[in-house]
């Protein structure tokens, strides 16, 4: 009996769930399919391709969004057990509040680990593919930035001529072996700069030890400088930002690749700041479970659901303002950033913990 009682209220709850997910989605979908018709309204695309690159980019902005359809799906199902008096018969066969709690909590924490497992290498795989296919159809050509396995390029125009720059690494403000490419409107070489190192902190970078060769009279020259200025549309700080996207790399690239995707450029600190998001993520589903728990468990009578839907639209704002606080305060130094993004889930592990205690007594 207690099998079936346990497939039971585990089988309900994921059938809710994924009703929950299947609402997000569409209307995820509706949402980016107009941002992405909006894209390709002037280019000679049909209308598939704008629809296909929304499903493309949609799973993983809902992977973002997993704390709220944890939480509306643990509300929904307690809502509905308590109105059918399936809650009371569980209590008839001695399952307490306390006990339907951890079951869907752990579901909800078993969700998480496979959504990184399992479904977070497809997503990231997916937005890769829509970034990809995306900025093929993009007409700002002028300025671009690339990481790939032979490392770093960079294109961009100045005064009506090119410059192409790649390099092999970047080490804290600095590109390591790079050679710098000026040519004309017409792309022929005009000069080429190589350096062991270049400071890109500001948008002025300082090139040391410059070996600059330059085409004059159809003879190319060569000369040596040790402290070379160069303007550049780029700094350090907009070349990383560019590749904040991390929603391209996987929980399993983070913890299998790490120290590769160091090495490859990635910012340390926004790597660690991704990598403890990843890991906080299923303790934040068990604990959004324990809220929705709090809100609905509390007795047995049936009431005006509206009023819980709107009281649960309320806590997830409140969720979602005090994750984004607690984040701003990390990037601003105010706090370790590591603290800031266990913040919230140390916060409401205190909370669920007193609640989910006083509506066990019930």
């Given at each position: 009996m207690n099998k079936i009682i346990l497939n039971y209220i585990?089988?309900?709850?994921?059938?809710?769930?994924?009703?929950?997910?299947?609402?997000?989605?569409?209307?995820?979908?509706?949402?980016?399919?107009?941002?992405?018709?909006?894209?390709?309204k002037n280019l000679n695309v049909n209308f598939f391709t704008p629809?296909?690159?929304?499903?493309?980019?949609?799973?993983?902005?809902?992977?973002?969004?997993?704390?709220?359809?944890?939480?509306?799906?643990?509300?929904?199902?307690?809502?509905?057990?308590?109105?059918?008096?399936?809650?009371?018969?569980?209590?008839?066969?001695?399952?307490?509040n306390l006990k339907i709690f951890f079951i869907l909590a752990s579901t909800s924490f078993f969700l998480g680990w496979l959504v990184l497992f399992l479904i977070s290498p497809v997503?990231?795989?997916?937005?890769?593919?829509?970034?990809?296919?995306?900025?093929?159809?993009?007409?700002?050509?002028?300025?671009?930035?690339?990481?790939?396995k032979n490392g770093i390029w960079i294109k961009e125009s100045f005064d009506g001529n090119q410059r192409i720059i790649s390099a092999k690494k970047i080490n804290n403000f600095d590109l390591i072996d790079v050679t710098i490419f000026h040519l004309d409107d017409k792309f022929q070489l005009l000069e080429k700069i190589s350096s062991d190192k270049v400071n890109i902190k500001n948008y002025s970078w300082e090139i040391d030890q410059a070996q600059i060769f330059r085409l004059e009279n159809s003879i190319f020259t060569s000369k040596k400088v040790n402290n070379l200025e160069l303007k550049?549309?780029?700094?350090?700080?907009?070349?990383?930002?560019?590749?904040?996207?991390?929603?391209?790399?996987?929980?399993l690239d983070l913890t299998l690749k790490y120290n590769k995707l160091i090495s490859n450029g990635y910012n340390n600190l926004v790597l660690?700041?991704?990598l403890n998001t990843h890991l906080s993520l299923p303790f934040l589903l068990l604990l959004m479970t324990g809220i929705a728990a709090i809100l609905t468990m509390h007795t047995l009578k049936n009431s005006n659901n509206?009023?819980?839907?709107?009281?649960?639209?309320?806590?997830?704002?409140?969720?979602?303002?005090?994750?984004?606080?607690?984040?701003?305060?990390?990037?601003?130094?105010?706090?370790?950033?590591?603290?800031?993004?266990?913040?919230?889930?140390?916060?409401?592990?205190?909370?669920?913990?007193?609640?989910?205690?006083?509506?066990?007594?019930?």
């Open positions: 585990i089988k309900n709850f994921l059938k809710t769930f994924f009703i929950v997910v299947i609402v997000f989605f569409c209307f995820g979908l509706i949402l980016n399919l107009f941002e992405e018709i909006e894209f390709f629809l296909v690159l929304t499903s493309m980019v949609v799973p993983g902005l809902m992977i973002q969004s997993l704390p709220f359809i944890i939480f509306i799906s643990s509300m929904w199902f307690m809502l509905k057990i308590r109105d059918n008096k399936d809650l009371l018969i569980l209590k008839v066969y001695g399952y307490s997503t990231s795989s997916l937005t890769k593919f829509y970034e990809k296919t995306k900025s093929t159809y993009s007409k700002e050509t002028n300025h671009l930035i690339s990481f790939n550049s549309v780029y700094n350090y700080d907009k070349i990383t930002n560019l590749f904040k996207n991390f929603e391209t790399i996987s929980f660690k700041e991704t509206l009023a819980y839907i709107i009281l649960g639209l309320i806590v997830s704002v409140l969720v979602f303002y005090f994750k984004d606080l607690s984040l701003a305060l990390g990037k601003t130094d105010r706090i370790p950033m590591t603290l800031s993004i266990w913040a919230p889930v140390i916060v409401l592990s205190f909370f669920s913990f007193i609640g989910i205690l006083q509506i066990n007594e019930k």
